[in-house]
């Protein structure tokens, strides 16, 4: 599987993905910057996390105007996979590729620990290797993450199944860390093909982390996009 990691000015995760692509496909992913106005040929596009430009006016605007976005888009237009994590999945809803936004969370404060996540769908390209229903452990690290979208939005994409995980009780027997709606922590688009959440996969992708369950993200799409 072909990969490429989009690196915005102040993410600080890009890295991070690139090392958990290159241990669980074999191969390094191309590191693609912010400027740039194409992409290689891949079967994967990773926004990573971070505070792309600073979040100066909302997390994930201005990236959303930038060169390589621009790509990105003409690329999902032809049916490659979108992932993006935290920063990235704010800078997919910023873009239009999602539905929805990610607002400041209901604390007002920053946030960062595990939290537990239940897998609503195991069938799509991003949660094949994961049981519907199954509950893993994931962190978190943010202080806009609160998903949001009007009532029939949220009719709408639940009905169309495009809700992929939701926050639930943890080990520690918290919830929802941010007030996101329905307890919203991941979505995909109606093709299934692009997906943004805000939990880090990333960073429980090797037990020397604390923790694998993210892994297994990574895991389904070397299985999806064969």
Not at 15 to 23: G, I, K, S
Not at 104 to 124: F, I, M, P, Q
Not at 139 to 167: C, S
């Amino acid at each position: 599987m072909k990969s490429a990691v989009i690196v915005f000015p102040g993410a600080n995760c890009d890295r991070d993905v690139a090392v958990t692509l290159e241990q669980v496909t074999g191969t390094k992913p191309a590191m693609v910057w912010h400027r740039e106005t194409a992409l290689p040929s891949v079967d994967l596009i990773v926004l990573p996390g971070g505070f792309s430009y600073g979040d100066y006016l909302r997390s994930g605007a201005m990236a959303a105007h930038s060169p390589i976005v621009r790509a990105v888009k003409e690329e999902a237009k032809r049916g490659v996979a979108v992932l993006g994590i935290c920063n990235g999945f704010q800078i997919l809803t910023e873009a239009g590729l999602l539905p929805g936004a990610l607002m400041r969370n209901a604390s007002l404060h920053y946030v960062c620990r595990d939290v537990g996540l239940k897998v609503e769908r195991a069938d799509t390209i991003f949660t094949n290797a994961y049981s519907a229903g199954e509950t893993v452990t994931m962190p978190i690290a943010h202080k806009d993450g609160a998903y949001f979208a009007d009532d029939e939005t949220l009719d709408r994409i639940e009905e169309g199944g495009q809700v992929v995980l939701r926050y639930c009780a943890g080990a520690d027997g918290s919830g929802n860390p941010n007030g996101s709606r329905r307890n919203i922590a991941g979505v995909v688009d109606k093709t299934g093909r692009i997906m943004g959440l805000m939990p880090h996969p990333e960073r429980a992708a090797d037990a020397a982390l604390g923790g694998i369950d993210g892994r297994r993200v990574f895991e389904s799409l070397t299985r999806g996009l064969h």
